[in-house]
């Protein structure tokens, strides 16, 4: 049994280095704000660099990230076209909360109800805040847990090194 | 299980060997956590070498392998809890092995998953199955799912199983579940409506289990129990411009079971919700309703076992340390709560709102219980009584028992490029008796101020001070029954305060305390002192603290997660790839 795991482990492992094209989006619909279905390996930026970043309505680091995002998001939208897909991981207790904590807050990002952590799961996602930077061509090139404050011009470097 | 893993290693190595281009497209990936814990004893929080009874260390890990290939993917999780009587789990979940593996097929029309499920239906009221792991907990669903989306908009979905049971084997007794889901978005799936202001989704599903066991032998009398447990909801969701309006009703036959006492009474559920929203301005009133909702896998099943459906509390999430201590847990017996929420920004460049805007935020809640009337047989008082109807309950009738209310009011401000304050005051009403189960206790009534200051010393240098203050009812003079000390160990005024210092975005440490100063009970009166140092890099974090640790909701360093209590020290590492 454990010989077989480790096969098994070893068999993911080469594989995984075998992993170049692929976009890394899965194959998931998930809801947006209007209840309209979403999925999200159809993503994209129209070739432009986009952010997916998962938070929590409980989660105070969250919030603190997506206010400081809200701040700068002009500027960054203006200087690299970047986007920002916001997937809140708030189960049934919060679904209808949503909108206008988003709309009360003023956040103007894209926002996707992740209701079972479907998305979560499939982006090995374990504890919010995580974040993401996809490339044009919707490959991860960078990936961030937990938010400390100043911690966005971290994720803005980034997205400038890969922005054209 | 086995068996299952061969047949998964079959079907990667089929796809794999099918051609080089596959392999290209194929992707990896996955996460792992440790949680490893030290303990030692602490007397003065009543933390005796009795109760570490030897197991001083306590270490909880998972790794996850997930595999895709284009319409397929695959995936496993290993699971390593080592859990000590410190470390507040169940002592069930102590165990190893491969808990959750699963193979799925989903090419956008139709979608075939087989092995562990997690989903839900609509708010997950007649079926969620999730895993928590902070909690331990984990009710998903091994067997099979179907997934048909024949058009636009339209969704059917079916699934057949049986939950996991921590680690007994599936083998053993417990119910099949059997659901069947359908959705209905209109808006996408009638084109002249996809751009109609009326936004409309509706939905229905229907869930049964079944138990072989057709009766049961309690005090030399036999009870007829229904094999087949059915419940059903609908639900709608609809948006008009800035109003939205979402209701789900569910209810389920009669059930009979240790949780609701054995009793023959259908069950039911609703959860309604109204909201405004426009930039700058959000507003939400929410209420339900549940009555004998409990709903199982498995009749004997206690506390979250078995859980098939969900109910999800509406009341605000606390979490600040002081507050979360005193969380609300859903009553599935029944409950009738509202919630009204207000979030406003008040604009940038105005009087009130300075250079920045300011945030914001009103939150009531409350949650009693429901009415019931007796029901008499043969001039006998049948309330609640095994193997009877237990109860009827009018509808709209609100019970006179309150379990939890609480209205808070937050603000928060961006003062200057340095500087960045938040203030809240909570009014806390919790009836600690349903709560926590503790027959006869004295409600909390208790209000809460909290304060946070942020200076931003440069780019990535910043300095966090966080001060609570908890009043209670309880005072530090109350005379306590010696008999119901334990009730007492949370009792009284708190003052707590919390020193942050971050280099962003990847070192945080930190120095906490909490002080129960007003406890009626001179030898509760402890400080909870913690200290912590973090390290991220990407998606990699590890964190260190040591210190006393009480239950609740902690957030350090930019995560948040719910941690034991206990005095020792703690080190936890994520990281994903």
């Known amino acids: 049994m454990k010989k077989f795991l480790a096969f098994l482990l070893f068999g993911f492992m080469f594989f995984g280095l075998n992993a170049q094209n692929k976009s890394d989006l899965p194959n998931i619909t998930l809801k947006n704000l209007d209840g309209q279905s979403v999925n999200i390996s159809e993503i994209n930026n129209g070739g432009k660099p986009f952010v997916m970043t998962f938070w929590a309505t409980w989660c105070g680091p969250c919030v603190k990230e997506h206010n400081a995002l809200t701040e700068v998001y002009d500027d960054w939208v203006e200087e690299t076209g970047v986007k920002i897909i916001s997937v809140s991981i708030d189960d049934a207790r919060s679904t209808a909360k949503i909108k206008p904590f988003v709309d009360g807050k003023g956040w103007p990002f894209e926002i996707l109800l992740d209701v079972n952590k479907d998305l979560a799961r499939a982006m090995n996602v374990s504890n919010p805040p995580h974040t993401f930077l996809f490339d044009g061509k919707g490959k991860i090139v960078w990936q961030h847990t937990g938010y400390l404050d100043g911690g966005e011009e971290d994720l803005y470097e980034e997205i400038i090194k890969i922005a054209k | ?577």
């Open chain 2, 1 to 577: 299980m086995k068996k299952s893993l061969l047949i998964l290693a079959v079907i990667l190595c089929a796809t794999t060997l099918y051609g080089q281009d596959f392999l290209n497209k194929s992707k990896v990936s996955g996460s792992f956590q440790l949680d490893g814990n030290y303990y030692w004893e602490d007397n003065g929080i009543g933390i005796t070498e009795d109760k570490i009874n030897g197991e001083k260390f306590g270490a909880y890990g998972f790794g996850k392998l997930q595999y895709q290939l284009g319409d397929f993917s695959a995936g496993m999780r290993f699971e390593a809890y080592q859990t000590t009587p410190m470390s507040g789990f169940d002592a069930r979940v102590k165990g190893m092995g491969v808990a959750n593996f699963f193979a799925t097929y989903d090419n956008g029309t139709i979608g075939v998953t087989v092995g562990d499920i997690y989903d839900q239906f609509g708010n997950g009221l007649i079926f969620r199955t999730y895993e928590e792991w902070t909690l331990g907990f984990d009710n998903s669903l091994r067997g099979i799912r179907a997934v048909f989306r024949p058009c636009n908009g339209v969704t059917l979905k079916g699934i057949y199983g049986k939950q996991r049971y921590y680690w007994v084997s599936y083998e053993e007794e417990r119910g099949l579940v059997r659901g069947v889901d359908g959705e209905w978005d209109i808006n996408n799936s009638i084109e002249a409506l996809n751009d109609a202001k009326l936004k409309a989704t509706l939905g229905a599903s229907f869930v049964s289990k079944y138990e072989s066991e057709p009766t049961m032998e309690y005090n030399g009398n036999i009870y007829q129990l229904p094999q087949n447990v059915g419940a059903y909801a609908g639900r709608m969701n609809l948006g008009y411009g800035r109003f939205g309006l979402s209701a789900e009703y569910a209810r389920k036959i009669n059930d009979p079971s240790f949780f609701n006492n054995w009793i023959y009474r259908d069950g039911q559920e609703l959860l309604a919700s109204l909201s405004y929203s426009q930039k700058g301005l959000g507003v939400v009133l929410q209420a339900k309703r549940v009555d004998n909702m409990s709903f199982k896998s498995m009749r004997t099943a206690r506390q979250n076992d078995l859980d098939i459906g969900f109910i999800p509390p509406i009341n605000y999430t606390h979490t600040h340390s002081l507050p979360s201590m005193f969380a609300y847990a859903t009553q599935p017996l029944g409950e009738m709560g509202v919630q009204f929420q207000v979030n406003y920004t008040i604009p940038k460049k105005t009087a009130l709102g300075g250079k920045y805007g300011t945030k914001l935020a009103f939150n009531y809640s409350q949650v009693n219980d429901i009415k019931r009337d007796s029901i008499m047989v043969d001039g006998v008082n049948t309330l609640n009584m095994m193997g009877t109807k237990g109860y009827t309950s009018p509808f709209f009738a609100i019970g006179d028992k309150m379990f939890y209310r609480d209205f808070n009011f937050e603000i928060e401000k961006k003062i200057s490029a340095k500087w960045h304050l938040t203030l809240m005051y909570i009014n806390l009403y919790y009836d600690m008796e349903t709560i926590e189960g503790h027959p006869g206790a004295e409600a909390v009534k208790a209000h809460f101020a909290f304060g946070e200051a942020i200076y931003k010393i440069n780019r990535k240098h910043s300095v966090r001070l966080e001060l609570q203050h908890m009043w209670d009812n309880v005072g530090k003079n109350q005379e306590v029954d010696p008999l119901y000390e334990e009730y007492y160990v949370k009792r009284g005024n708190w003052m707590a305060f919390l020193l942050e210092y971050t280099i962003a975005p990847k070192w945080f440490v930190s120095v906490a305390d909490k002080y129960n100063y007003g406890n009626p009970i001179a030898d509760n009166r402890d400080h909870y002192f913690t200290g912590s140092v973090g390290y991220i890099k990407d998606q990699t974090r590890i964190a260190l603290s040591g210190g006393r640790q009480s239950q609740g909701l902690v957030c350090v360093g930019g995560v948040c997660r719910e941690v034991p209590a206990s005095s020792g020290v703690s080190i936890t590492i994520t990281t994903s790839f």
